[in-house]
Nanobody, 120 residues
Framework: QVQLVESGGGLVQAGGSLRLSCAASGSIFRINALRWYRQAPGKQRDLVATISSGGFANYADSVKGRFTISRDNAKNTVYLQMNSLKPEDTAVYYC??????????????WGQGTQVTVSS
């Protein structure tokens, strides 16, 4: 019923920028936290950034000062602005939404992932 659609991934040179978007649709009463994760080849999936319903953001140390998470509540969309990209940022990036459903239960919903490749 709830779907997250991601876009914005691609190939970029080191030092470049990309902006990822993830739009939620479906039967949603409330979106609580929104998060971006990433998973590099042979690595575990790691949390990159979190933004609360009130707009408070937290970042992994590896991306602080380079990435910015934001949200547009009217559009049910979360963004990840990625600047000064490094080859080690290469990964599949996934958005995650903590959803409150109309029965007031919570669910975590995942996007399909989008590939970000940073060349040196």
């Amino acid at each position: 019923q709830v779907q997250l659609v991601e876009s914005g991934g691609g190939l970029v040179q080191a030092g470049g920028s990309l902006r990822l978007s993830c739009a939620a649709s479906g039967s949603i009463f409330r979106i609580n936290a929104l998060r971006w994760y990433r998973q590099a080849p042979g690595k575990q999936r790691d949390l990159v950034a979190t933004i609360s319903s009130g707009g408070f953001a937290n970042y992994a140390d590896s991306v602080k000062g380079r990435f910015t998470i934001s949200r547009d509540n009217a559009k049910n969309t979360v963004y990840l602005q990625m600047n000064s990209l490094k080859p080690e940022d290469t990964a599949v990036y996934y958005c995650n939404a903590n959803i409150m459903q109309y029965d007031l239960t919570r669910r975590d919903v995942w996007g399909q992932g989008t590939q970000v490749t940073v060349s040196s």
